[in-house]
């Protein structure tokens, strides 16, 4: 993706709109990951990925949590996730979708389901990018009589 995309002038617009119109389920997650308060990885509000904008997105993990209201839960709205998600996860995105009364209601629980998911993520990068080393060769001259 162009950086160029990302940053136009419509999308950053969408983005502080949607920033500004932010409900209390969006607002209680941004405190929990705003300023690396998350295994201090630097978290993004309304981050576009056109031609989509993340709720929240962690580019250096490419790790996205999307917190679904009520339009997620119809036959429409599920088919659109799903079809988003693809997008996403096509290019290296892991999506963790969040239902928003759930934030309210298991708020302990949904910090550490989130953190949880972060903490493999991690893992799972980091030993893409720090693989095992390959085992040494056998010296010269080793095992022979």
């Not at 709109?17 to 978290?43: I, P």
């Not at 679904?68 to 088919?79: F, K, P």
Request: glycine share 6%; hydrophobic share 35%; proline share 6%.
């Amino acid at each position: 993706m162009r950086r160029s995309q990302a940053r136009s002038t419509e999308a950053i617009e969408f983005a502080k709109s949607q920033r500004v119109r932010a409900n209390e389920f969006s607002s209680t997650v941004w405190q929990w990951l705003r300023n690396r308060q998350c295994l201090g990885q630097k978290f993004r509000r309304e981050f576009p990925i056109p031609p989509y904008t993340a709720d929240f997105c962690c580019v250096e993990l490419q790790f996205i949590v999307e917190i679904d209201g009520e339009q997620h839960g119809t036959t429409a709205g599920r088919a659109h996730d799903s079809r988003r998600d693809r997008f996403l996860e096509g290019l290296g995105y892991q999506v963790l979708r969040i239902a928003g009364y759930d934030i309210l209601r298991e708020e302990g629980a949904v910090l550490k389901r989130i953190e949880a998911a972060v903490r493999k993520r991690m893992e799972e990068l980091s030993c893409r990018i720090n693989p095992s080393p390959p085992a040494p060769l056998p010296a010269a001259g080793r095992g022979e009589p």
